[in-house]
């Protein structure tokens, strides 16, 4: 009978809305007082509680619960509304499923990551936070300050530094990892520290589905030989003249994504290409598509006002970085890409830069640098997920609706 009363009052949704996975969502979304917020789950679903006094609970700890399943026993957790000040390192090659809690009114006329009308006004939030605030001290890696780190070792979650990185690794990491309506934060908020990483996704397929990943330096890292997507989230990040909001090198589709420029100065994406001997036929790079680019709600003040963003940089020669179909606010550099640094002062040919559609005041492409390909209708079709990523992966859900 509770289960009937309950299924009843989920179809009766208000219209406070967010995106779900029709599979999930009976799952996700918060219990009346009395039921098991496992009602609806998946089988074998672990539930994660900061409230140490919750009855149902069966840890307190979102990486307990990950480590309490043998491995590669597949591990499904769903994780109750609250702030868990935690790293998260995800070393497992069985599938891992992360879910936060939606509201009870949760409904999908609506994108999660969605522009709001008032440009200074906050953009949303969900229940769930997963943070921590640390930040990289002389002599130590960008990986070690990363909240969220998905790959096989600690040598395989290393960038190293220069146009190679760290040593190529001979293994493989999580075939699937997901992750649904989480806010992952790195709190380290005084931006002139240093690298303060938010993810770390090395030798692994991780995606991403209505959550945001928030940082002021260096906030999303995919590494080599890592292939992941986001969509439908929010990604807060600062460009200064030094450190980069996206960067990585491996192979990253972000779709109907905000990226939510705190500063600017440097570029938005730095990317690593490959000879393609580490990884025969995959399209490194980073792809950007139907998204949004802005000035975030949080910017720091004074160097939004001087400053404006570049498109990107090459961390190395070969690298890579599409957009397509981006609206672009007025903090995009008219040229739109820029060199790495003094030492590489030149962008080569072997480097793809490329924009089809892109939309908005920093959208106008016709002062872009020269070597940009400004993509044609049919030329925009070579770049889709099934052509990047060589094949419809079965790691990513396509069934989430936003």
Known sequence: MRWLLYSAVCLLVSRRTYAFSPELLSCQIQKSP????????PRGTILVSNDVRD???HFHSVQEAILSVPDPAPVTILITAGDYHETLNITRRGPVLLMGQLPPTASVAESFAKVPSNASAPLKQNLVKIWDNNFVHTGMDDATSAVLLVAPSFNASLIGAGPTGAPLQPLFGNVDFKAYNIDFENRAANFVISQALVTDISYANASFYGCSFSSFQDTWYTGRNATTYVVDSIIYGQTDCKFLHLFGFGTAWFQNTILANRACGGGIVAWKGTNLTDAPGNR????????????SPDANATTVTTQKCFLGRPWNDLATTVFLRTFMDNSIQPKGWTPFNSARPEILNTTFYAEFDSRGPGG????????????????SKDFTIEKVFLERPKWIDFSYVF
Do not use: K, M, W
């Open 34 to 41: 009395g039921f098991s917020p496992l009602t609806g789950c």
């Open 55 to 57: 009855p149902f609970a």
């Open 364 to 379: 106008n492409v016709s002062a872009r640098l020269p070597l940009e390909h400004i993509l044609t209708t049919a030329q």
């Open 284 to 295: 490194y790079g980073a792809y950007i598509a139907d998204s949004t680019i802005i000035r």
